[in-house]
């Protein structure tokens, strides 16, 4: 999600010190792994919207809600990663989200690999059910694009 | 194909729509090519990210980065004992001053209804106070006939 090798350690070793302080909370509602992985997304998240107060491109983030851009893109008809192979899947689809904004990125990431549902990604993000459908969307649509791209350049 | 049409086919394609909703969506990707081409752009895409997270390891030893984080955890426990030692005070601090309030209302409260015990009226009375009151009643009625 940080898209940062030394940011994501640091925010891995700041979750664990906040589980420990919070050990007291956790009434095993759910797994612990579940547990400790809300308290590193919302790490994450905080990480996230600290970097975008800094950043001036309010611009990027309007089109990011509007996905003008995302919903004229024309269908990819043939499967992009058909043949490739798992390593090589991994690398093209890192390299696609590190071209995505911070917004698109978190949905998908939370979507596709933490496996979260539209009401959880919602809940944990701060926003409503309709946005993040719209923002999965688009990032899905603008990954799909990249991953074709990539595979013209094969 | 409107923007909410296409989120219902990626609500379709995530499970998310009911049951009604969703044989209707696989009734209309069934007739129409453009939305079952978009469907199968969104499988696709959702299909090749599925496990497909990039996988890294620490550029440190896992001994190392674990003694990090009991070392903080360590440097942070003295300071959460005089937090909540501090705080034990403020608490303190802060329930003090209403409950002196309340208190100094109370006892005015008290003495004003039972009124606060005279010196000087009290000898009188325990001179000979039933007949003072008594016998000035007595004096007024009688002036009055």
Not at chain 1, 71 to 76: A, G, H, T
Request: glycine share 4%; proline share 3%; charged share 30%.
């Amino acid at each position: 999600m940080t898209r940062n090798e030394q940011d994501a350690i640091d925010l891995s070793q700041d979750a664990w010190i906040k589980g420990w302080q919070r050990l007291e909370q956790f009434h095993g509602e759910s797994s612990f792994t579940t547990w400790m992985t809300r308290i590193i997304i919302n790490l994450c998240l905080d990480h996230l919207r600290k970097q975008k107060r800094h950043r001036t491109d309010s611009i990027e983030a309007m089109d990011d809600e509007s996905g003008g851009v995302e919903r004229q893109m024309p269908v990819v008809t043939v499967n992009p990663t058909a043949n490739l192979e798992r390593t090589e899947l991994r690398k093209k689809i890192d390299d696609a989200l590190d071209q995505m904004s911070a917004e698109h990125r978190t949905v998908l990431v939370l979507h596709e690999f933490e496996d979260l549902e539209y009401k959880e990604i919602a809940k944990t993000i701060g926003c409503s059910i309709g946005t993040v459908m719209s923002r999965l969307f688009y990032a899905r649509r603008k990954m799909a694009a990249l991953l074709a791209d990539a595979r013209k350049e094969l | 194909m409107n923007l909410e049409q296409q989120l219902k086919l990626q609500a379709f394609l995530d499970g998310e729509l009911p049951e009604h909703e969703a044989r209707e969506v696989l009734a209309w990707t069934q007739r129409d090519s453009a939305a079952a081409a978009l469907l199968a752009e969104l499988k696709n895409t959702h299909q090749a990210m599925t496990g497909s997270e990039l996988q890294s390891s620490l550029p440190e030893s896992r001994e190392f980065f674990w003694s990090k984080i009991e070392r903080e955890i360590q440097r942070q426990k003295p300071k959460a004992a005089i937090a909540s030692d501090v705080s034990f005070f403020v608490a303190l601090r802060r329930w003090l001053l209403p409950a002196s309030t309340v208190a100094v209302l109370l006892i005015a409260g008290f003495a004003a209804y039972f009124g606060v015990p005279k010196a000087g009226v009290e000898n009188v009375a325990d001179d000979d106070s039933p007949t003072v009151g008594n016998n000035a009643g007595h004096r007024r009625r009688d002036d009055l006939s």
